[in-house]
């Protein structure tokens, strides 16, 4: 499985941007979830947002009201909506698979990251 995450950037604060990942060759016989992280300077990756495969959605509480998470088909796209941005959200954002496949049984596959740069 692939995962390329695409749609980041500068942008003023109080901007918006949208993030996507799509998936490739994916295997994954069962998805358990799809979720966002990121990293910023100087601090460890943390969860951004995430969706299960029930559809239930989880957010940090730095961005709850502000970022919304979708996937347009649940299995080879995963979306997140941007809103409001402020300047400690800039990171590298990273997309994540979590599933089972026979071969490898419970695995999680990450995407390269896409820089998001918020000015003030």
């Known amino acids: 499985v692939q995962l390329q995450a695409s749609g980041g950037g500068l942008v003023q604060a109080g901007g918006s941007l949208t993030l996507s990942c799509e998936a490739s060759r994916n295997t994954l016989q069962i998805i358990n979830h799809m979720a966002w992280y990121r990293e910023a300077p100087g601090k460890g990756r943390e969860l951004v947002a995430k969706i299960e495969r029930s559809g239930r959605t989880t957010y940090g509480e730095s961005v709850k009201g502000r970022f919304n998470i979708l996937s347009r088909d649940s299995r080879n796209n995963l979306d997140l909506q941007m809103n409001n941005l402020k300047p400690d959200d800039t990171a590298l954002y990273f997309c994540?698979?979590?599933?089972?496949?026979?071969?490898?049984?419970?695995?999680?596959?990450w995407g390269q990251g896409t820089l998001v740069t918020v000015s003030s």
């Open positions: 994540t698979f979590n599933g089972y496949t026979p071969a490898t049984g419970s695995v999680s596959y």
